[in-house]
């Protein structure tokens, strides 16, 4: 199970942090990955956390502005985005890949098994 939070309307160059928590299974042992979903397009891996802190971003464009992080001891993944831009608009979900510890270079989603619900982000420009 896991619950996203920390979405909302912000304006171009803004920030927002995203938190996903997850119960009912050991977080810390896996892998955790943020994808989005913006109207008309698919799903895509934004970044990804494996049990020990190593990141493997999926998008070229959000390098530089995007942080993934993790608390474990709090079962908690965070998700820093700075200089927000219009194309960033999406609902985010946070996945957990029960399959691996560690992220995958190539995305494998389906490998995520668990799924939050999203939460949504909009940057007006």
Not at 13 to 23: F, P, V
Request: charge should be positive.
């Amino acid at each position: 199970h896991l619950v996203e939070s920390g979405g909302g309307l912000v304006q171009a160059g803004g920030s927002l942090r995203l938190s996903c928590t997850g119960s009912g299974f050991t977080f810390g042992n896996y892998a955790i990955a943020w994808f989005r979903q913006a109207p008309g397009r698919e799903r895509e891996g934004v970044l990804c956390v494996g049990h020990g802190g190593g990141v493997t971003a999926y998008v070229d464009s959000v390098k530089g502005r995007f942080t993934i992080s993790r608390d474990n001891a709090k079962n908690t993944v965070f998700l820093q985005m700075n200089s927000l831009k219009p194309e960033d608009t999406a609902v985010y979900y946070c996945a957990a890949n029960l399959m691996r510890s560690q992220c995958n270079s190539d995305l494998r989603q389906h490998e995520y098994a668990y799924w939050g619900q999203g939460t949504q982000v909009t940057v007006s420009s």
